[in-house]
């Protein structure tokens, strides 16, 4: 007999979580105005709204925290940290910083200008964010099938070279870099493949273009490669990381989700002249050029979480948990994003909630929903988060309303995604009861998701 698949690792610390009741929750949300954000994290059971920074480090993560250097320049956990990443992902010049948003905001500060247009596939919402906020603009490049939930596609990641292409013909001269999400969150989870990879460094070269990393789930990507690439194989996780990377100019990185810290992050770089121009914003923004806003025990536990994040065995039990609570939502019929993702199960509220129009916000409602039920939270993944045209101030409405159900990294049991499951098939069986959506009160004027107000539509 075939032996079951059990974690690879053994819990020796737990906390605590309350239960609340219904009525609990009901006055929470409304008192949090409809945003979950917005909840304290006490009066949450299941916390799913995130992956960054809520997973939990190794016995070896905190063994080299308290082996942390705290000296403000030079820092020998600064070189460790760099000898990681160098090992990893083969960038020579690296910057510290205290998360992703950071790494964008510095390398942005120096590559992005007004009216630049930057292609990509699906950037998420603080690197559109960052973009954004410069008054250029980001151009969607992902491919038609990672609009189709119930499409089996193994790289709904992939940039669509047909669509970048077009971009770069036509105002190539506005391009400063082309940008690649590692997997594609907002489209799920969805990975990247090493080809699509090579043909955009291809078409990268061909322009003379740099191409830049979001790698904050390089790892999941790598592991998705190796099971669905059949070249990959018998390639260690690490060997496929290496030459993920070597199709990069530049990658930004928050180390809080696959080198499994609760803060920090990091770009890398090859061009020496780069490097330098982005230590001044650095040193403005973040800090030192080595330690960027970090302690140094944290710097510690990237590099060494940068190594446990890179081994099959761990990443084959973080993914396959995903999907251990994917497939008990497929199994009643609830829609998902499919294949499922790596770092969390996105379920399509467009299919969920029919009765509802996406002007309602459909994904958020859905959330607000799960959370009454059961106090699960998650995040909305949608016309929220879709933010504002920057010219028009119109809502956007994107092709994908997500509820997306973000897994923390060896945190939860399986116990705890069937309660999940459940709980959304009890919201599934009464979705036709669910008449109101969601209406926002108040706005912030980009990145609005955070702080926003609601109140039923």
Same mark, same amino acid.
């Given at each position: $007999?075939? &032996?079951?698949?059990?974690?690879?690792?053994?819990?020796?610390?737990?906390?605590?979580?309350?239960?609340?009741?219904?009525?609990?929750?009901?006055?929470?949300?409304?008192?949090?105005?409809?945003?979950?954000?917005?909840? =304290?994290? @006490? *009066?949450?059971?299941?916390?799913?709204?995130?992956?960054?920074?809520? @997973?939990? $480090?190794?016995?070896? *993560?905190?063994?080299?925290?308290?082996? %942390?250097?705290?000296?403000?320049?030079?820092?020998?956990?600064?070189?460790?940290?760099?000898?990681?990443?160098?090992?990893?992902?083969?960038?020579?010049?690296?910057?510290?910083?205290?998360?992703? !948003?950071?790494?964008?905001?510095?390398?942005?500060?120096?590559?992005? =200008?007004?009216?630049?247009?930057?292609?990509?596939?699906?950037?998420?919402?603080?690197?559109?964010?960052?973009?954004?906020? +410069?008054?250029?603009?980001?151009?969607?490049?992902?491919?038609?099938?990672?609009?189709?939930?119930?499409? &089996?596609?193994?790289?709904?990641?992939?940039?669509?070279? *047909? =669509?970048?292409?077009?971009?770069?013909?036509?105002?190539?001269?506005?391009? #400063?870099?082309?940008?690649?999400?590692?997997?594609?969150?907002?489209?799920?989870?969805?990975?990247?493949?090493?080809?699509?990879? +090579?043909?955009?460094?291809? $078409?990268?070269?061909?322009?003379?273009?740099?191409?830049?990393?979001?790698?904050?789930?390089?790892?999941?990507?790598?592991?998705?490669?190796?099971?669905?690439?059949?070249?990959?194989?018998?390639?260690?996780?690490?060997?496929?990381?290496?030459?993920?990377?070597?199709?990069?100019?530049?990658?930004?990185?928050?180390?809080?989700?696959?080198?499994?810290?609760?803060?920090?992050?990091?770009?890398?770089?090859?061009?020496?002249?780069?490097?330098?121009?982005?230590?001044?914003?650095?040193?403005?923004?973040?800090?030192?050029?080595?330690?960027? %806003?970090?302690?140094?025990?944290?710097?510690?536990?990237?590099?060494?979480?940068?190594?446990?994040?890179?081994?099959?065995?761990?990443?084959?039990?973080?993914?396959?948990?995903?999907?251990?609570?994917?497939? !008990?939502?497929?199994?009643? @019929?609830?829609?998902? *994003?499919?294949?499922?993702?790596?770092?969390?199960?996105?379920?399509?509220?467009?299919?969920?909630?029919?009765?509802?129009?996406?002007?309602?916000?459909?994904?958020?409602?859905?959330?607000?929903?799960?959370?009454?039920?059961?106090?699960?939270?998650?995040?909305?993944?949608?016309?929220?988060?879709?933010?504002?045209? #920057?010219?028009?101030?119109?809502?956007?409405?994107?092709?994908?309303?997500?509820? +997306?159900?973000?897994? #923390?990294?060896?945190?939860?049991?399986?116990?705890?995604?069937?309660?999940?499951?459940?709980?959304?098939?009890?919201?599934?069986?009464? +979705?036709?009861?669910?008449?109101?959506?969601?209406?926002?009160?108040?706005?912030? #004027?980009?990145?609005?998701?955070?702080?926003?107000?609601?109140?039923?539509?």
């Amino acid at each position: $007999m075939e &032996l079951p698949f059990a974690e690879s690792y053994r819990i020796k610390m737990v906390e605590t979580i309350r239960r609340s009741s219904r009525e609990e929750r009901e006055k929470w949300i409304k008192e949090a105005k409809y945003n979950l954000f917005q909840l =304290k994290s @006490g *009066q949450v059971f299941i916390d799913l709204l995130t992956d960054s920074g809520t @997973g939990a $480090m190794s016995d070896r *993560q905190w063994a080299e925290m308290m082996l %942390g250097d705290e000296s403000y320049a030079g820092a020998s956990s600064y070189y460790k940290m760099k000898e990681a990443i160098a090992a990893v992902t083969g960038f020579e010049y690296f910057l510290p910083v205290h998360q992703g !948003r950071a790494a964008e905001n510095v390398l942005f500060s120096v590559l992005v =200008k007004e009216g630049n247009l930057v292609p990509g596939n699906s950037h998420f919402d603080t690197t559109k964010g960052h973009i954004e906020y +410069r008054k250029a603009f980001a151009v969607d490049c992902t491919i038609d099938e990672a609009f189709d939930t119930q499409c &089996l596609h193994p790289f709904k990641g992939n940039v669509d070279l *047909q =669509k970048l292409e077009d971009v770069l013909k036509k105002s190539a001269e506005k391009v #400063p870099f082309i940008i690649i999400t590692l997997t594609n969150n907002s489209a799920g989870g969805q990975p990247v493949s090493m080809e699509n990879l +090579r043909l955009v460094r291809q $078409m990268a070269d061909k322009y003379g273009k740099m191409i830049i990393f979001d790698s904050a789930r390089f790892a999941e990507n790598a592991y998705f490669i190796k099971l669905r690439e059949e070249k990959y194989r018998d390639s260690s996780i690490r060997d496929i990381a290496r030459e993920m990377f070597s199709y990069a100019d530049v990658m930004t990185m928050s180390a809080k989700k696959d080198a499994i810290v609760n803060i920090g992050g990091f770009i890398g770089l090859r061009d020496p002249e780069l490097f330098r121009q982005c230590t001044v914003f650095n040193i403005m923004y973040e800090g030192y050029i080595t330690y960027g %806003g970090l302690a140094g025990r944290d710097m510690n536990a990237i590099a060494q979480g940068l190594y446990e994040g890179t081994e099959f065995e761990y990443l084959e039990t973080r993914i396959r948990q995903v999907e251990y609570l994917g497939n !008990r939502l497929i199994d009643f @019929g609830i829609p998902i *994003q499919m294949p499922i993702g790596g770092h969390a199960v996105f379920v399509d509220a467009k299919r969920f909630l029919t009765n509802l129009k996406q002007e309602e916000f459909q994904a958020q409602t859905l959330a607000v929903q799960l959370y009454i039920e059961a106090g699960v939270r998650g995040v909305e993944i949608g016309a929220l988060l879709a933010d504002r045209d #920057p010219v028009t101030r119109e809502n956007r409405f994107p092709k994908l309303e997500f509820l +997306r159900l973000a897994i #923390p990294r060896r945190v939860y049991t399986n116990n705890h995604m069937d309660v999940v499951a459940i709980a959304l098939k009890n919201v599934f069986d009464r +979705r036709d009861k669910v008449t109101h959506g969601m209406k926002i009160i108040r706005e912030a #004027p980009i990145m609005r998701h955070f702080t926003v107000e609601l109140d039923l539509a």
